[in-house]
């Protein structure tokens, strides 16, 4: 995938992997995905479409895998989610009864939410903040879901899950889908060159580019899925499913470096199906 745009617009000069911490992270992707967002809904928003909740590449619908649970359970219920974007995911909600929050870091991203909630005549409250601070009293939602939304991009993904996990109700419960911690290995590349590993699983450098004067206009973090779980337990959360979408029979498009030559022979995604008890541990 291009992003002339963004590189363009944020002087973007090379690729710098190392330490990066969690304000450098916010104000690197805060810039990026404003500077993004037009390119990405013009390439993507048709795979997304205007409402509807497409969990990744692989094109894993919520309609057919009820991650978030029976169509029952989504009326009525407050469901955040967590890396909007354009908001999709949340109009399919409110299309399903439900009572969706959008939160995003980026504005460039809520202004398309707007856009679309404009045209489409589902709108949804939106709010501009990052992942690891949610301006939400406790126990405030049923739901929370996020589809490759915010947590790949913070510096301290265990205060992601601690924040979800104050916002939930007991019983409530939190999915959400990142790349799949085992493609870290392998060139963002979706033709045979992205068959080659290249980086150790285990290295949890960040993914940085950089300006020509070495400040960071994009930033990724990676974690293995040792990493993930002891995460989100860490939060007080239960893992109760994770789920690695197979590459679909059809399905000849590619989305960056996911493919159907890739696909075919490991996992692009991951999706995290969480649990908040409904009693505090010990209790």
């Known amino acids: ?57 692989e094109a894993l619908r919520e309609a057919d895998a009820r991650l978030l649970g029976p169509a029952d359970a989504l009326r009525g219920a407050r469901v955040l989610e967590v890396g909007c974007g354009a908001a999709s995911c949340s109009r399919w909600l409110a299309r399903q009864g439900a009572h969706p929050v959008g939160l995003d870091l980026s504005g460039g991203m809520l202004r398309h939410a707007r856009a679309l909630a404009e045209h489409t005549g589902v709108a949804v409250p939106l709010v501009q903040a990052g992942a690891a601070q949610l301006p939400f009293q406790d126990a405030s939602f049923d739901l929370a879901c996020s589809a490759f939304g915010a947590v790949p991009f913070v510096a301290d993904p265990a205060a992601v899950m601690a924040e979800v996990a104050r916002v939930l109700r007991p019983g409530g419960r939190w999915v959400f889908a990142v790349m799949h911690p085992m493609r870290w290995m392998f060139p963002d590349d979706p033709g045979e060159a992205g068959l080659t590993i290249s980086l150790s699983y285990f290295d949890r450098t960040p993914y940085v580019e950089v300006d020509a004067a070495g400040r960071p206009t994009y930033v990724e973090h990676h974690r293995t899925l040792g990493d993930r779980i002891r995460d989100l337990v860490g939060a007080g959360l239960e893992l109760t499913d994770l789920v690695e979408p197979e590459w679909p029979q059809g399905l000849t498009a590619t989305w960056g470096q996911w493919s159907p030559l890739r696909g075919a022979l490991f996992p692009g995604t991951a999706i995290f199906c969480c649990r908040k008890p409904d009693r505090p541990a010990g209790s």
């Not at 992003?3 to 973007?12: K, R």
């Not at 810039?31 to 590449?57: K, R, S, T």
């Open 1 to 57: 995938m291009e992003h002339a745009a963004a590189e363009h617009a944020l002087g973007t000069f090379e690729v710098r992997p190392g330490p990066v911490g969690a304000r450098e992270s916010v104000r690197a992707n805060r810039a990026w995905w404003d500077a993004d967002a037009d390119d990405y809904q013009a390439e993507h928003g048709e795979f997304l479409g205007a409402e509807d909740f497409v969990w990744c590449p």
